[in-house]
Each structure stands twice: as C-alpha cells, then as structure tokens.
Nanobody, 127 residues
C-alpha cells in the first residue's frame, strides 16, 4: 500500500518562503510522476508542479520562477520550495503520485481513482 504524508504548511507573509515535504512509503509505480496540487476555497484542484523519475520538472505558469520541486530518493521525499509567496498561493496543498499530469481536477483534491494522495497541508499567505 502506498502512503503519502504531506507536511510543512503554515501561515506566512507575502514575499516569504515555505518548504513543503511529501514522504512516500510503499512502492510507487516507476512511471509515476510526483505532483503537487492545490485547492483554494471555491476553486477546483489545480496542478502546481510535478517531477518525473528522471527529474524532469513541470510548473504551472502561476508559480514559475518562484517554486521549485525536487526529490530525495534516499529519503523517499518530494519537496516544494515556495519562494516569494503571494496571497493567491493560499490553498490546501496535496502531494500525489499520478500516472499523468492533469491540470485541473474536479470536483476537487484529492481525486478519487487518480493516483495516490497525501492528506494535504494548508498554506496561508497574508499581507
């Protein structure tokens, strides 16, 4: 059984930084992507960033240049470094092991039947 545990969320001010972590236990299929999704109140579940086994990365336009995804295979952990955060980064963030990148998931995160998901970690950005 695959289990993902998200952590690192919190309340920060505009312009500050935060690092989210996702620790994975169990066997994730080799062709999986590790992804970070987020869902703000009233919004759909949206892909923020992803990384493949060969460290190829993906970023949504809204976070390019500010967020960095990385993975430490020895620690079975995926990170999302969030720099220069903005108020619209406020959301519940979910780590997921998925077989494809889908930009928007409805009705929301986590998505039943689509990969394995963490429990989510809240990020709140205030000015």
């Amino acid at each position: 059984e695959v289990q993902l545990v998200d952590s690192g969320g919190g309340s920060v001010l505009v312009g500050e930084s935060l690092r989210l972590s996702c620790t994975v236990s169990g066997s994730v299929p080799e062709d999986s992507y590790m992804a970070w999704y987020r869902q703000a109140p009233g919004d759909a579940c949206r892909l923020v960033s992803g990384i493949s086994n060969d460290d190829t990365t993906y970023y949504a336009n809204s976070v390019k240049g500010r967020f960095t995804i990385s993975q430490d295979n020895a620690k079975n952990t995926v990170y999302l470094q969030m720099n220069n955060v903005k108020p619209n980064d406020t959301a519940m963030y979910f780590c997921a092991a998925v077989h494809a990148y889908i930009a928007t998931l409805r009705p929301g995160c986590p998505s039943t039947g689509f990969g394995d998901w963490g429990q989510g970690t809240q990020v709140t950005v205030s000015s």
